[in-house]
């Protein structure tokens, strides 16, 4: 699996995130049940973050789960975009 502009988008906004509820990542992959290792491959981009993980982050950060996707669409190109 390659990474995409939208796995290191939302690795970023996860980030953001875990710092504005001020926890460290080992906190916040403790939270999750994940190892340290697993939980730097999502912040990093390097783990495809899915709807399901969404979900649970933005519950145990207390973010809306829109707030992980905020300006998201500048980075999709849509099949209409592509002159298709």
């Known amino acids: ?11 970023g906004r ?15 992959a403790e939270r999750l ?3 340290f290792e697993e939980y730097a491959l999502l912040e990093t981009g390097q783990a ?5 993980m ?7 950060l207390d973010k809306p789960i829109a707030w992980f ?3 998201t669409p500048k980075l999709v190109t849509f099949p209409s975009q592509r002159g298709g």
């Open 14 to 28: 996860l980030a953001q995130a875990r710092q504005d509820a001020g926890l460290s990542e080992a906190e916040l």
């Open 33 to 35: 049940d994940l190892s």
């Open 69 to 71: 996707f905020d300006q």
């Open 48 to 52: 495809r973050i899915d709807a399901e």
């Open 54 to 60: 969404v979900s649970v982050l933005a519950l145990t």
């Open 1 to 11: 699996m390659s990474i995409s502009k939208i796995d290191t988008f939302l690795g």
